[in-house]
């Protein structure tokens, strides 16, 4: 016998082969019973903004003009004075967009958003949704887009009152 050769397995050691059951339905009725393949249902509803009607676009105006000149009324000399300058023309041509109805309703809807998350100093919440509005709306809005980013950094060095 040759020693480097494996020893040979006995058959009885060996556990015996497991019966494996079919499956349980066909899988060419998944797409039927299961629907695999379909969008969530949530892409089908309508955004969580109000339409238009329910929005108030006039309060949404005299807010951000509010915000604006309190940046204007805070910043009389400098560098902060010409931002806050540059930052209400640019505020200036989003509302004569909206006044030409030329800002989608959910554009609308976001910077009331921001607006209000503005007016509670919550910067974080207000980034986030002015980052969101950079990636999607950047090549129709840019200008003004930048404008609400300044608003946002001349708010955040406004002094509370």
């Known amino acids: 016998m040759n020693t480097n050769t494996p020893p040979m397995i006995q058959s009885s050691t060996l556990p015996p082969p497991s019966i494996v059951s079919g499956p349980r339905s066909d899988f060419r009725n998944a797409t039927i019973e299961n629907h695999w393949n379909d969008p969530?249902?949530?892409?089908?509803?309508?955004?969580?903004?109000?339409?238009?009607?329910?929005?108030?676009?006039?309060?949404?105006?005299?807010?951000?003009?509010?915000?604006v000149k309190t940046?204007?009324?805070?910043?009389?000399?400098?560098?902060?004075?010409?931002?806050?300058?540059?930052?209400?023309?640019?505020?200036?041509?989003?509302?004569?967009?909206?006044?030409?109805?030329l800002v989608e309703v959910n554009v609308i809807g976001s910077i009331n958003d921001l607006c209000q998350a503005l007016e509670d100093k919550d910067w974080e919440t207000a980034l986030t949704i002015h980052r969101q509005l950079m990636t999607t709306e950047y090549e129709r809005h840019g200008s003004w887009l930048l404008g609400c980013k300044r608003l946002i950094d001349l708010s955040e060095k406004v002094p509370s009152s």
Not at 48 to 67: G, M, V
Not at 71 to 100: H, V, W, Y
Request: net charge neutral; hydrophobic share 25%; aromatic share 4%.
């Open 40 to 67: 969530p249902k949530k892409i089908f509803h309508k955004s969580k903004h109000q339409e238009s009607d329910e929005l108030d676009i006039n309060d949404l105006k005299t807010r951000l003009t509010a915000l």
């Open 71 to 101: 940046c204007q009324d805070t910043f009389t000399t400098g560098p902060n004075k010409r931002i806050a300058d540059d930052t209400s023309k640019r505020i200036q041509n989003m509302l004569k967009e909206m006044d030409s109805e």
